[in-house]
């Protein structure tokens, strides 16, 4: 998470025996007929790496010093009734068999529960998802997950002492936390755990009875299923709230947050954790960073908040949140990078035979993500570098050599003395391959690249540098004020958890989808909805009172005759004799929307006025 002030505290090794290496091979995107093996997301920062921002920071923010020795092995010793075996898929656990008369109760009516750390919690609120101990980027404190190779136990009412004491076993400055999730409307193949430890298989949704302790949830999953936060004590939940407060990226406002011991104290005994049987539970489960989801997130983000800069940065937001119009599409396809953006976002790779600019652009946003599957520890300019020096030395068209030769050293030069001014480079380079990858040398944030402006950037090559940024950095490093509204967090991790599940072909599905948060843009430029005189009246109000004068237009009819003006340091006084009608008010669209096309954007409270007057909420 992003620390507000400067971490530089060494993360924590991550906890053994959690992470599966994946074997895929990078491919050369100069064969055209060569499609991307692994889905193209996640991102870091250039001077403040991902793992700087979210895992370094959350040791130092406590002022505890990180534990550098393997975490260490529960041990609890096994029920006496004997061990529990796992039951194949297809077969009631013997626990259900001997209950199968009982009172039968639907899943999403009941309270299913996540024990961890607060900690841990706060990675996962910034990651925007649930995940196992391979999302961490080394900072995982061992909880009911460590042994569960990529799936999340959920606890049905109440969570056992041995599951709370996993979560705080590594650290004494460690707090349990229980999460309360809402399973209504998640489908999918599960895992079932009984009271006495015996898993079947399953798929959600499904009727359990009164046996059933514990599901096991395929990660990642989104934390917009998350309905409350609950702490034992009062100082567990205030040391939580305060480091929260040291992180950019965690907005606590719309969480339920409580103190209570109900979670903490099962009502029946319950065998945990699981013994004899975890190799068959997690036999062909691989447990990994979100890098897929992560990149997506930044990407969609990045791309919400540049679209009131123009309709065609609209455009593109709309065609990657699956939204998109054919007008749209036919926008996006003039450019040959912009083009391959919807098939990126759908599948992590751009549509076979596309052209080389538009496979190395791509192949840019894969790299980052192949990086982050591996646990790279190189910086994201390495990572583009040593991906584009690779690239130049497959390359055998000669029209593409010699510019690509000097895009990289251009890039290399920009750390140095010779690089040339900003105007300079864009001379040289043109194009939404060269200029987004000399952005990405030249600006650090994606804060920064929405504040930039130059006479020379089209939006073409602005959108791929938003792309480029957001998918650099993921969700988990964007700072709250990118992750604002709350309509538009739901909506992202939502997209995130649908790229996690193919990515790791997780068969699980949320049925219930966010609506799509509608920039104030697309709001306002609607050419289909005419403004009624309420509604330019109440624009009107809103954009006097801001200031925005030069949005408002009066006009006032005067009847036929003879007028008296008075001009004085005060202005102009029109004297009538007569009636005269009140000046017809209203906004100048046009006016409006290059005022909203500026960042830092309007206030939340002015965009949520303008946004009633139009009859939306965002």
């Given at each position: 998470m992003i620390p507000r002030k400067t971490a530089t505290s060494r993360a924590k090794p991550p906890a053994k025996g959690t992470r599966k290496k994946s074997t895929s091979r990078q491919p050369d995107l100069l064969e055209a007929s060569a499609p991307a093996e692994l889905p193209e997301s996640d991102a870091e920062m250039p001077s403040e790496s991902l793992g700087n921002e979210v895992g370094q920071s959350l040791g130092s923010a406590t002022g505890h010093p990180e534990s550098t020795a393997p975490p260490s092995q529960h041990s609890t010793t096994p029920p006496a009734s004997g061990e529990p075996?796992?039951?194949?898929?297809?077969?009631?656990?013997?626990?259900?068999?001997?209950?199968?008369?009982g009172v039968r109760m639907d899943t999403a009516s009941q309270t299913w529960l996540l024990a961890t750390n607060h900690l841990n919690l706060l990675h996962m609120l910034a990651a925007g998802m649930a995940m196992g101990p391979a999302g961490f980027a080394g900072k995982y404190y061992r909880d009911p997950s460590g042994e569960l190779s990529g799936l999340v136990p959920?606890?049905?009412?109440?969570?056992?002492?041995?599951?709370?004491?996993?979560?705080?076993?590594?650290?004494?400055?460690l707090r349990p936390c229980i999460a309360e999730i809402d399973l209504t409307g998640?489908?999918?193949?599960?895992?079932?755990?009984?009271?006495?430890?015996e898993v079947s298989s399953g798929a959600l949704p499904l009727h359990i009875d009164s046996e059933v302790s514990a599901l096991l949830v395929g990660a990642p999953l989104p934390m917009t299923l998350v309905k409350r936060l609950v702490f034992r004590l009062p100082t567990d939940r205030k040391e939580f709230e305060a480091s929260a407060h040291s992180f950019a990226n965690i907005d606590l406002t719309d969480l339920s947050i409580e103190t209570s011991e109900q979670f903490f104290c099962p009502e029946h005994p319950v065998v945990w954790p699981l013994h004899g049987?975890?190799?068959?539970?997690?036999?062909?489960?691989?447990?990994?960073?979100?890098?897929?989801?992560?990149?997506?997130?930044?990407?969609?983000?990045?791309?919400?908040?540049?679209?009131?800069?123009?309709?065609?940065?609209?455009?593109?937001?709309?065609?990657?949140?699956?939204?998109?119009?054919?007008?749209?599409?036919v926008a996006l396809q003039q450019d040959a990078v912009l083009a391959e953006l919807a098939s990126w976002v759908e599948s992590g790779q751009p549509r076979p035979g596309s052209p080389v600019q538009a496979r190395l652009f791509w192949g840019v946003a894969e790299a980052f993500v192949t990086a982050s599957l591996s646990g790279s520890?190189?910086?994201?300019?390495?990572?583009?570098?040593?991906?584009?020096?690779?690239?130049?030395?497959?390359?055998?068209?000669?029209?593409?050599?010699p510019r690509l030769e000097q895009l990289i050293s251009d890039m290399r030069s920009t750390f140095g003395l010779g690089g040339g001014t900003i105007s300079q480079l864009f001379e040289r380079h043109k194009g939404t391959l060269s200029r987004p990858l000399l952005l990405f040398c030249l600006r650090e944030h994606c804060v920064d690249l929405l504040e930039f402006q130059h006479p020379s950037l089209n939006d073409e090559e602005l959108i791929a540098a938003a792309v480029l940024f957001g998918v650099r950095d993921g969700w988990i490093a964007l700072p709250v004020e990118l992750r604002t509204s709350k309509a538009l967090s739901q909506f992202v991790e939502q997209k995130m958890f649908e790229a996690e599940c193919n990515q790791r072909s997780v068969r699980l599905s949320l049925d219930k989808t966010p609506i799509r948060p509608v920039p104030l843009r697309e709001l306002l430029?609607?050419?289909?909805?005419?403004?009624?005189?309420?509604?330019?009246?109440?624009?009107?109000?809103?954009?006097?009172?801001?200031?925005?004068?030069?949005?408002?237009?009066?006009?006032?009819?005067?009847?036929?005759?003879?007028?008296?003006?008075?001009?004085?340091?005060?202005?102009?006084?029109?004297?009538?004799?007569?009636?005269?009608?009140?000046?017809?008010?209203?906004?100048?669209?046009?006016?409006?929307?290059?005022?909203?096309?500026?960042?830092?954007?309007?206030?939340?409270?002015?965009e949520n006025e303008v946004r009633s007057a139009l009859g939306s909420r965002d």
């Open positions: 075996g796992f039951v194949p898929p297809g077969k009631l656990a013997p626990s259900d068999a001997a209950a199968s008369g959920l606890f049905r009412d109440g969570v056992p002492e041995a599951a709370i004491q996993q979560a705080v076993s590594e650290q004494t400055h998640l489908s999918g193949q599960v895992h079932v755990v009984s009271r006495n430890g049987q975890l190799e068959d539970v997690t036999r062909d489960r691989i447990d990994q960073p979100s890098a897929r989801g992560e990149a997506v997130g930044g990407c969609l983000a990045m791309l919400y908040h540049l679209a009131n800069r123009s309709d065609r940065c609209c455009s593109a937001y709309r065609v990657a949140s699956g939204a998109g119009t054919s007008d749209d599409y520890a190189e910086s994201p300019l390495d990572v583009v570098l040593g991906f584009l020096d690779g690239q130049l030395a497959a390359l055998q068209d000669a029209r593409y050599r430029n609607d050419r289909g909805s005419v403004w009624s005189e309420s509604r330019n009246a109440s624009l009107a109000r809103i954009a006097s009172r801001i200031g925005w004068q030069d949005c408002v237009v009066s006009r006032i009819r005067l009847p036929q005759g003879q007028y008296r003006l008075n001009i004085s340091d005060d202005g102009i006084e029109v004297v009538v004799r007569g009636d005269v009608r009140p000046p017809d008010v209203e906004i100048d669209r046009g006016g409006l929307l290059k005022k909203i096309s500026q960042w830092p954007p309007v206030l939340r409270d002015v």
